[in-house]
């Protein structure tokens, strides 16, 4: 059994918030009004994973949902048991995914004491973030968000921004950045916003693969300007890594999804956040060890259908950079999983124009820091009158070829 790490909903989907785009909503309105953890199951949970072997290494996320719902004595018997059941010479962290519109100077101070890192979701400037990030009465959030930074950092908690890419803000990725690097914020999250109806198309707030391609090439070209060694954006540290030291540290690159567990509030078990599904349950934390879970037929048969992509990723040449994307913009996944991305031509269009440009920065990085090794992958160069790798249909002088990309009419 590989080690893995566990993220759980204490609170279920339950939320202080209505963010017109959010996925996990519809489980509570689905399941029970007020989903809340016992301590119980808490105490079950904790003690079972830390008697595992994980190289020492206890990885802990707690997300929602709003997961500060759940109060600060809840928080403080999560340290207690940690600290109680931990084997001897262990490392736990803990990380919390939340809207930061209910940190109080308590939760923030016990945060602060225990080295909780907190990912705070902010969608930019105020415009931009109250467009969908509302309240249940629907009232604007943004500057209940920065009050609660405020706390954060007044009690030197250590946090990073969630950014959620969507209609209103993909065509203002400088805006955006700007606006987190005025603040100081220095490390950045951007999430592309991909949800389906029933029939496969994009809900409307939704992103479509070339307009999250742009995004990233307009978000790039503010950061390479000043900010390489400055400011941390995941996807780039992600991209780093592999070109680096050959590894990765996000799931949706890898070419299997047997990374981690979710944990819903009543105990029950599922293999991803994008799925949980009744048909993907894989077991309850209350009746079954880490080992039959993690052995489930089910656990696996979802993990190994990331490899089972369309045939025509076995032809791009920036597949080991995605290995089909994540199943959650693969419409049909898990059961029907050959579906390309819905991002699979942003993806492209960022590669075949940055992918140059992150090569020359990581072999300055191993220059600087001794680093050898052999590049993972040859980055492919194209003539100018073929046809373009995004899949555009034009020809690459035409198209990521040319100085200023061309969109589809």
């Not at 904790?46 to 802990?60: G, P, R, V």
């Not at 979710?262 to 209350?286: A, I």
Request: glycine content about 6%; some cysteine; hydrophobic content about 35%.
């Amino acid at each position: 059994m590989k080690p893995f790490s566990l993220l759980i909903k204490p609170a279920s989907a339950d939320c202080n918030l209505r963010c017109e785009y959010c996925f996990y909503i519809d489980h509570l309105e689905n399941g029970n009004s007020n989903p809340r953890m016992t301590i119980e199951t808490l105490e079950i949970m904790i003690k079972s994973y830390l008697s595992t072997d994980q190289n020492k290494q206890y990885a802990f996320g707690w997300q929602g949902g709003e997961p500060t719902l759940m109060g600060l004595d809840f928080f403080k018997k999560v340290v207690e048991f940690q600290l109680k059941y931990a084997p001897s010479g262990s490392t736990i962290s803990n990380g919390i995914q939340t809207n930061a519109t209910m940190i109080t100077e308590e939760l923030a101070k016990f945060f602060g004491e225990y080295k909780f890192l907190l990912g705070v979701s902010l969608d930019g400037p105020e415009n931009l973030h109250d467009y969908y990030r509302k309240t249940i009465g629907q009232k604007p959030t943004h500057a209940l968000v920065m009050r609660g930074i405020e706390r954060l950092k007044q009690y030197s908690v250590e946090f990073n921004i969630l950014t959620l890419i969507n209609k209103q803000t993909v065509k203002k990725a400088k805006e955006i950045y700007q606006y987190l690097r005025c603040n100081e914020f220095l490390f950045h999250q951007y999430i592309p916003c991909v949800e389906f109806d029933v029939d496969g198309s994009l809900k409307p707030f939704s992103i479509t693969g070339e307009e999250w391609g742009i995004f990233l090439l307009d978000l790039f070209d503010e950061w390479v300007k000043d900010d390489v060694k400055k400011v941390s954006i995941r996807l780039f540290d992600s991209i780093m890594e592999y070109l680096v030291y050959g590894r990765y540290n996000v799931c949706y690159m890898q070419d299997n999804c047997v990374q981690y567990f979710v944990v819903e509030y009543d105990g029950g078990v599922y293999p991803c956040d994008f799925f949980v599904e009744d048909n993907l349950l894989l077991g309850n934390v209350n009746n079954n060890s880490w080992e039959e879970l993690y052995n489930s037929q089910t656990y696996h048969y979802f993990g190994n259908q990331k490899s089972n992509w369309n045939e025509e990723c076995n032809l791009c040449p920036y597949l080991k950079l995605c290995h089909g994307d994540c199943q959650k913009f693969r419409y049909g996944a898990p059961n029907h999983s050959k579906q390309l991305s819905s991002l699979c031509r942003g993806w492209r269009i960022f590669y075949t124009r940055k992918l140059p440009r992150f090569k020359i920065i990581a072999e300055k990085f191993k220059k600087e820091n001794n680093i050898n090794g052999i590049f993972p992958f040859k980055i492919p160069k194209f003539r100018r009158n073929e046809q373009c790798i995004c899949g555009s249909g034009k020809k690459y002088k035409n198209c990521c070829g040319s100085p200023k990309i061309a969109t589809e009419p």
